[in-house]
């Protein structure tokens, strides 16, 4: 399948980009013109995906987060978000729902649970102490 | 992410206006924890209106409210969410352990 168009973005390992990384991806795919519930599955699973790499990958300390965002000629978008913190020990332990290392921190531990719900599919590869890829895709509807 | 409190008797109301994440998640936390220091709430209605994005960051403050709560006796609602918001409010299972309002509820009886 043809790329149509691609995008990367740096930005650091920051809570207030939590905000930035969702507003940079609905921006991108908006030449889809997706409907509002395409758009909002897109943004909050780009959300949960960088504040795992902002709590989890670099653990609350200042690293690089790299978000890419292809769109191929179907109407399917791919997003990955990488970073090269922690990495995960058990990544099937830690897309199981409710599943979560940090106790104290009131944290649903529905990451990846909401990744793949809101998208078609979600990749996982990661290694420790080099860090963590996730590569998640959702081909919209036809537009009208 | 702005925060505005209601109280009527024992009913406390959090307005919360923006997006709630991991980023604003801990301000909200913290405001809501201390009016609620006071002991004189039993109902904490989470009034969603205004609230345009929420991510599982939400389903974690919502759960730790639940929680602290039920020591003393009371409960939790969410009004008014999103079609966005509340399909995050189903998924993580949080519907039960809190009542979900809605305004258009308290209208049917005159709509009709």
Known sequence: MNILNEMKVEFLSKSSNESFARITASAFIA?????????SD???????????????????AVGVVTMMIRIFEDRCVE??????????????EARTPLFTTCDGEERSGMGFTVMETFMDQVEVFSALSEGTKVVMRKTFAKGN | ???????NGTTLVA???GELDHHSASGIREKVDLKLTSGIYHCLIFDFENLTFMDSSGIGVIMGRVKNMAVVG?????????????KMLHMGGLDKYISILKKEDSFKGGMR
């Open chain 1, 31 to 39: 030449q889809l013109d997706p409907n509002i519930e395409e758009m």
């Open chain 1, 42 to 60: 897109v943004k909050t699973a780009v959300s949960e995906a960088v504040t795992n790499a902002i709590i989890h990958g670099y653990k609350n």
């Open chain 1, 79 to 92: 997003i990955t978000i990488l970073d090269k913190g922690a990495g995960i020990a058990d990544v099937d």
């Open chain 2, 1 to 7: 992410m702005q925060i505005v409190f209601e109280t």
């Open chain 2, 15 to 17: 307005k919360l206006y």
């Open chain 2, 74 to 86: 009371g409960k939790v609602s969410v009004a008014n969410p999103n079609p966005n918001v509340e």
